[in-house]
Each structure stands twice: as C-alpha cells, then as structure tokens.
C-alpha cells in the first residue's frame, strides 16, 4: 500500500520561500560588478570577482623541454614531475592566478600563465631560482690605513667620545631618566623610535661584548658603571629584567650609543664586499619552514639542511663562534646572526622584522630550490585579450539567447509553472555563478559551455516534474497533492541521471586535461545546484500557488480541459 502524500504547512513554505530569496539575494550581490562605497558590506562583496582563464582573458603561453638524458630511465617520470612540482611552487609564490602546469609528451612542460603578458617577466618568473649564500666576514674587506693626521683625528674623536658617555653615566647616576637621555645623546637611528629600549631577546641576538654585559655582568635594574666598547662605539647599557632559563632565558635592555671611528683603517667598503662565501648555499636546503616564537610570537623561517648541508653548516659555526654569519638571499642580507655555539644539527634560523606573510614568501621561495632537470625553451607565445574578450562576448549572447528560447518554450507549454520555472532558473544562475567566484572557479570557454550544458539539465529536471505533476491533476487528484506525488515521483528519474552525469565529471575531472576539466567542474557545480533549483525553489514556488484557483483553472497548468473531465468521471464513478 502506497504511502499517504505528505502536505507540507504554509508556514513552512513561507520560510523557505523567505531562505530562498535571501540566499538569492546575496548571491547577487556577489555576482554584482562593484557596488556603490555607500552600500553597507560592499568591501567584502566586491572582493569576489570572476576569474577567467587564458583564453578569455589572455596572457602567456610557453612550451618548455626538459633535457632527461642523464637520468636514468626508471626515474625519468619522476624528474619530469619534479620540474613540474617546483615550476609551479615558484608561479604561486608570486601569486599568479590559477596558473597551468602539466607536462606534455616528448618530455615537455605546457605553462600557461592567465592575465601575464609581459611574455620576458613570465620566462623570469619560471626560470628564476632563489640564491641562498651564508657568508663570513672577511677580516680584511675594504679597509685602506689611515695617515698620521687621520690617525689622530680618529683618536680625538673617540676619546671625546669616551668623556661623552661618563658624563652620560654621571648624569644617570644623579637621577637623570635613562630614555630621556637616549633620546637626547644616543646616535643610534632607532632611538626615535624606541628610545633605546631593545626589548626581550635571547642570547645570540647581540655582539659578544654587549652580550656579556646584559647577561653576565649585569643584574635586573643596573646600569653599567663604565663604557661597553663594542664594534659600533660605547654603548651605556641598562638591564631591566631577565625571564626563562636555559635556551629560554631572555634580558630586556636599553643601551645608548655613541659612534667611535676606526683609528687604524677608513671602511670603505660595501656590505657585500664585506662578507666572504662559504661553501654553503640553498643547494643543500632541504625544506624551509615557517614557525613562530613561543615567547614574542613573532614568526621566523626556520631552514633544514641535508646530510651534507648538515656537515658544511656545523664546520662553518665552529669556525666562526662568537663572529656573525650573514644569511643572503638575490645578494641581499636578510639575516645576520651571530654564532654562539659550533650547531651540529643541521638546522638555522632566519629571523628579522618581518610579518607572516612576508616570512610565508621567504620559505616559498626557498623551497622554490633548484629545477632537478635543466629546461628550454622551444615556443613561446603571448594570447592578446582582445580575442578572448570577444569570445566571451559571444559565449554570453548564445547563452541568453538559449535561456530565452529555453524559457519562452517553458512558459508557452507549461503556462504557469513554466514561469515558476524560469524564475527558478534565474535564480539558479545567480548562485552558480557566486559558487565560481566564491570557489574560486577558473571560467575557460570549456568551462561556460558546461555551465550553459547545467542549465539545459536543470531543465529538463522541471520538465520531468511538470509532466509527472500535470498526470496527477488529470487523475484528478487536488492541486497540493498533485504537486507533491509528482516531485516524489519525478525525484528516481532526476536522482538517476544527475548521479550518472555527476560521475562522468568526477571521471572527467580526475584523468582530463585543464579544458576538459574545467568544463567537467562547471557542470558538475551546475548539476548540484539544479537539483537543488528543481526539488527546493520551484517545489516551494508552486506550494505558494496550490490554492482553488488553478484546481478550477487547469488550463493555466498545462492541463487541456478535454484530457481532465473523462478522467475526472471515471474518478467520480470509483469513487460512487
């Protein structure tokens, strides 16, 4: 025995009614190009913008060949995906949208790189490999003797320099506020900013002599009673307060500097002719990671080096214990640390004044590493917008011209339902295209042919309801019902053939190349939302107009007068 037709409440219907136009309504707003800086959220809805592939927006395409020969043959695919892999580590470090990277027969790479048409900073942007150096002072950089007079003028300098800072230290001995005096006397460029205050840092943060100061001499509150002479000048240092223990342990301290000048040599060199090269380089870098202070929870990127990495590291450190080691990357210093122990682990940390997610770039670029193979390039070419922008054009026309078509037949066979379904469909659109933006989905032309395809599926989902609906009123059963068995009745046909198609895409989507993929992704997100269009907003807009008025005028249904009444005495006659 079948089971009694379930007839939803009408306040039931009223709230999903009221979800449904909700749910549309902020999908417009995503989908809407730039709304006015007035409109309340519009920051957060105009960040959602289509995103277009090479064909419709243009940009770069290049065909690079890997040279394989020395490579033995049971590794060959995995050095070629390989290349791949960090091709496409380097693209996304800098951000470039959706980028495709797939390797083509004959051992070649397919790049194409959407919006990018400067083809000569793309081939920079996959060619280029992060130049990671760790570098040790070289005594003897850049310094020319001074003459006799220079000598003593050098010497002049410092030792009045000296008396400046024990008149420093007099005047903080008789009360003088330490930060007001570092803002006056201090030559160091930070102390505008700081006032002298350096803040927690853990031993190995400072030159040797510094460093002595603050944690050896020093207790919590004192101020050092006779100049530091460091590298930089004299420094009058003041320890405020110790916290930890062991690796841990952290001083906060202020200093004031006063410069002094070398009395034996002029520095005239730059920082890079300062710093000699160690065997060791990113070569040996085995991942770089970003991680965070557990104290001050500031990020800092911390690198791994391989066995032999291992090795150079841990000689580089012993030889240079109590010295700096400058890290460089592209020739530029980012870190500059000095060593206070030989590190036999094979492990450094790169700290600095960076945030997040400039810490995220560093590591990304160096992980980048270098290609496992060498690479050329054999083709290249540049996609000019203005061919996709008319392709779009015309792929827009022919969908609007389909929907009209689509929506006039719906509503000149169906009548009002059909209406109810072209609503529905509108609706459709709206949320399927702010699944793309939201995703966000690459649109190719592959990819609009497939959304366009969903739209004829989500179709023919209505017509398989509206058929299975009209059968119902000619059995005369009332409008409600008829509604109800027709959607129960239609939903194993549309679930059948939806599922069906849906595992089409995933076959697609899992084995197919980009276009194939991209208008797999855009029919399967279509399907899920037509099913959705179909079984919940056209459902709920004919539960709203299931009163007397269309069960006395059928017509308005699609249902012939003609076919209804036999039927209709029949029903009567079985029921006498």
Request: glycine share 6%; aromatic share 8%; net charge negative.
């Amino acid at each position: 025995m079948p089971k009694p037709t379930k007839i939803v409440s009408i306040k039931k219907v009223r709230l999903t009614f009221a979800a449904i136009l909700i749910l549309a309504f902020f999908a417009a707003l995503i989908n809407w190009p730039k709304l006015p800086a007035e409109f309340p959220g519009q920051a957060f809805f105009n960040k959602f913008t289509p995103k277009l592939g090479l064909d419709l927006q243009g940009g770069t395409h290049l065909i690079y060949q890997a040279d394989i020969s020395q490579i033995s043959e049971k590794d060959k695919d995995s050095a070629l995906e390989g290349v791949r892999e960090v091709i496409e580590r380097r693209i996304n470090a800098y951000g470039v949208s959706e980028p495709l990277v797939q390797t083509g027969s004959n051992n070649r790479l397919i790049i194409e790189l959407a919006g990018v048409h400067d083809i000569n900073e793309a081939i920079k942007l996959i060619g280029e490999t992060p130049l990671l150096e760790f570098k040790e002072q070289d005594p003897n950089a850049g310094k020319v003797e001074l003459t006799e007079e220079e000598k003593q003028a050098a010497k002049q300098y410092n030792e009045e320099a000296l008396n400046k800072t024990k008149d420093i230290i007099a005047q903080l001995n008789s009360g003088a506020d330490f930060s007001e005096l570092a803002k006056q006397y201090s030559e160091d460029p930070s102390v505008q900013e700081n006032s002298g205050d350096l803040d927690f840092a853990k031993e190995g943060s400072f030159v040797p002599e510094f460093e002595k100061a603050i944690f050896e001499d020093l207790q919590d509150g004192e101020i050092t009673q006779e100049p530091v002479k460091t590298q930089f000048g004299y420094h009058i240092i003041k320890k405020i307060e110790e916290r930890g223990e062991g690796e841990e342990r952290e001083v906060h301290a202020a200093h004031i500097l006063i410069i002094t000048k070398n009395e034996q040599y002029n520095e005239q060199a730059s920082l890079n002719d300062q710093w000699l090269n160690t065997a060791l380089s990113g070569k040996y870098l085995r991942k770089a990671t970003v991680e965070f202070d557990q104290n001050t929870g500031q990020p800092h990127v911390s690198l791994e080096f391989d066995s032999e990495g291992k090795d150079l590291f841990a000689q580089i450190t012993k030889k240079n214990v109590g010295k700096p080691v400058a890290i460089f990357l592209d020739e530029q210093p980012i870190s500059i640390p000095t060593v206070q122990e030989e590190i036999t682990q094979g492990k450094a940390v790169i700290t600095g004044s960076f945030n997040l997610k400039e810490a995220k770039l560093l590591a990304q670029r160096l992980n980048a590493g270098a290609l496992p193979v060498p690479i050329t390039l054999i083709n290249q070419q540049t996609v000019g917008p203005s061919l996709g922008k008319i392709s779009l054009a015309k792929s827009l026309v022919a969908g609007f011209l389909g929907l009209l078509l689509v929506a006039l037949f719906m509503i000149f066979y169906y009548r009002f339902p059909g209406v109810l379904a072209v609503f529905a469909l509108v609706i459709y659109g709206l949320i399927t295209l702010a699944i793309f933006e939201l995703w966000p989905i690459t649109l190719t032309l592959a990819g609009i042919a497939g959304f366009i395809l969903s739209i004829g599926m989500a179709v023919d989902a209505n017509v398989l309801i509206f058929e299975r609906m009209k059968e119902e009123i000619r059995n005369g059963k009332p409008m409600a019902m008829s509604i109800e068995d027709g959607f129960n009745r239609a939903w194993l046909s549309i679930r059948d053939s939806n599922v069906s198609s849906l595992i089409t895409c995933l076959i697609l989507t899992w084995f197919s190349s980009s276009s194939v993929k991209g208008f797999a992704i855009t029919l399967g997100i279509g399907i899920l939302v037509s099913m959705f269009s179909a079984i919940t907003i056209t459902r709920t807009f004919l539960r709203l107009f299931s009163g007397k008025f269309f069960e006395k005028h059928t017509f308005l249904l699609g249902v012939k007068k003609t076919d209804e009444e036999p039927l209709n005495k029949t029903t009567e006659a079985n029921l006498n």
